[in-house]
């Protein structure tokens, strides 16, 4: 997500200069650089795209649509007006920009600037995935330094690169690879089936749907 901010016209006998620019946005923090304005009312456009899923997602895959529903000025500066209208809809990978039309305050103006966007935390989870775990039959292994927390939109889909030695042999067959539930798996990089009959047969690209709520557990995958 990428923000930029225009050139504020001037007006004499008032000035507002803003130091930094904080974005928050998914419990995410972006920031910009300052601006400086001789005029009261103001406009600060930020272009936005959703990557919501991923940018490394294979073609035929697509995230989920992301809707923006609110966006917050803090104190001392008031929020106006946006266009497009709230809630506004961006679909995966396509871009708006957001134009904010804000008032400063009173009297000259010398500090930051806080924007919140969707600050509703009924559309995000949090995933604690305290380890990655390999299986196939009856054999289990558990990957070392495979914890990971991760803050998503429900039903995003993220990407997990795996070397499968531990429990791969060369020549071995594989019908398919998916995951335990509350996880799905969209798509895998190689294709299944495949056969392990070269080095970089080992290294596989899963492409995980994350679940509707909050998780705390293991990753399993399951290897056929």
């Given amino acids: 997500m990428q923000f930029s901010i225009p050139f504020i016209s001037k007006k004499k006998g008032y000035k507002v200069t803003i130091t930094n620019i904080s974005i928050r946005f998914m419990g995410a923090v972006h920031g910009i650089p300052g601006i400086t304005s001789e005029k009261q009312v103001f406009y600060v456009n930020i272009p936005f795209q959703n990557k919501m899923g991923s940018n490394l997602l294979p073609d035929d895959l697509k995230g989920p649509s992301m809707t923006v ?15 497009p209208k709230l809630p ?6 396509d871009k708006a920009v957001f134009k904010l039309k804000v008032e400063g305050p009173s009297v000259n103006y010398e500090g930051p600037m806080s ?5 509703e935390p009924a559309d995000n989870i949090g995933l604690n995935i305290r380890a990655i775990v390999l299986s196939k039959g009856s054999q289990r292994v558990v990957l070392e330094n495979s914890s990971m927390r ?15 030695f531990n429990i791969l042999k060369y020549n071995d067959s594989i019908t398919r690879v998916k995951v335990a539930p509350p996880f799905t798996v969209e798509s895998t990089d190689p294709a299944f089936p495949t056969t392990v009959n070269k080095q970089d047969s080992y290294v596989m690209k899963i492409y995980v749907k994350a679940p509707d709520s909050n998780y705390t557990g293991d990753l399993e995958v399951i290897v056929e």
């Fill in 69 to 83: 529903k609110e966006i917050k000025i803090t104190p001392p500066f008031k929020l106006l007006e946006v266009s």
């Fill in 88 to 93: 506004s809809e961006v679909k995966f990978m």
């Fill in 115 to 119: 924007i919140n966007m969707n600050e």
């Fill in 150 to 164: 991760l803050s998503l939109q429900k039903g995003q889909i993220f990407k997990t690169e795996l070397q499968m």
